[in-house]
């Protein structure tokens, strides 16, 4: 079912924690496999069938839970550990106060005049500000700067 309200989450992960978590799933599977067996050995032996028959469901269970386990796995994707960011400058007049964002670039800093003019009046500019745009970053640094939230 594709419906266009269902969107396929992917979670990245890394190397030691997609090994860790094929290690759990493989040790799951297996000690399934091993309470299915004992199971099966039980119930031929003639003991105890109720708690063969528990074994055997548990061991089916465990089986279920590797299988959709791994399922997950298979639609996670590898992260290389660096997210990229976007780093923002906040330019503003000096006259007028007019503002507006734009790509940082290296070696602006706040309080830095640009050497650009204001678009409304032609009044030198400033950089006002300077923040890494994007996630739940962005909206922590536009708080403590006091800009209001980003739409």
Known sequence: MSGSGEREQRREVSVGHLALLMALVIGLAAFSILLIWLSVLDIRAGRDAMNAFFQFIMGLAGLALA???????TRMRLSSGEKPVEVVS???CVDCGHSAERNFSDG???GMLTGERCPECGGPVYVARIYVKGGGEERRQRRILGLPAAA
């Open 67 to 73: 299988g959709k386990s791994l399922a997950d796995m």
């Open 90 to 92: 906040v330019i503003q």
């Open 108 to 110: 602006e800093y706040v």
